[in-house]
């Protein structure tokens, strides 16, 4: 079982603004619920014990979120409030140890994910996006496959995949390998957004994966590339290049990625964990409904 897990989360949110003029993006709700939440708790049911969240400017707001605030659950209490008061008390019923450190200027995910090379020391660790939520049943199932197949297997990385749109391809890093049966892939190769009609394959990475400390030096050896900045793909291309092997594991049928990185899949995220929530779920599938009928 891997101990320790590290989320970028110092992107700025471009395309999201002006919702993240003054937050994170992270924090944006979906439901009733921050994105990072979601993530956090995936990490946990994996069996996570340590995380280190890598932030940037304007993102105190995911330091507070992960503090227990005592004199808001003292009013609750005293309010009568129990289910909130019982509700707000989950940074208590995680036990994660939370680490946070921030990244200076925003050049790139394999710039983030060097400032964890202190915190992961010798271990394999996770690394989750902070923007990007998985949910599988049960919770945690995706990570816990990764961990067992790249320890398993002894291999430098493992990564998350997932089958994608043609019209989506350029949105994310896409991967060319060898099928090996059983969800898993032998990756040969990286391209980081590219157009559909050069892409290698519509399996894109998303937002999972499992390191070994191998992969610090390669980001150490990895120049600055697409949007002037550090891409991981690119640090992952050179392990691949020095011998190094690594596989890929795309999520079952059953798992479910929701992506809040622009408004119209940040919108899908929201409405569709809303549903979830056993407290508003019902009534809002109701209203929508209803709102559908008479649009």
Known sequence: MIKK????AAGLGTRLLPATYAQPKEMLPCGRKPTIQYVVEELKAAGVEDILIITGRAKRALEDHFDQDFSLLERLKNSGKMALHKEMRFIEELGINFYFTRQAKPTGLADAIYLAKDFVGT????????????????????????????????????????????????????????????????????????????????LAICGRYVFTPEIFSAIEKTPIGIGNE?????????????????????????????D?????????????????????GDFLKLYLKKLVENF
């Open 5 to 8: 897990a590290v989320i970028p």
């Open 123 to 202: 271990d394999s660790f996770y690394v989750a996006l902070g923007d990007t939520i998985i949910l599988s049943d049960p919770l945690g199932l995706f990570l816990k496959d990764l961990a067992k197949l790249h320890l398993q297997k002894g291999v430098s990385g493992t990564i998350g995949l997932e089958k994608v749109r043609k019209e989506d391809i350029q949105k994310y890093g896409i991967i060319k390998g060898t099928y090996l049966g059983e969800r898993i892939w032998h990756i040969e190769h990286l391209i980081e957004k590219p157009s559909p009609d050069i892409a290698p394959s519509q």
């Open 260 to 280: 809040i990185g622009n408004p119209i899949t940040y919108a899908i995220a929201y409405i569709e964990l809303s549903l979830k929530d056993p407290e508003i």
């Open 230 to 258: 550090r891409q991981l793909t690119d640090s992952i291309k050179i392990l691949i290049e020095e011998g190094a092997d690594i596989l890929g594991l795309e999520m079952s049928v059953d798992g479910r990625r929701y």
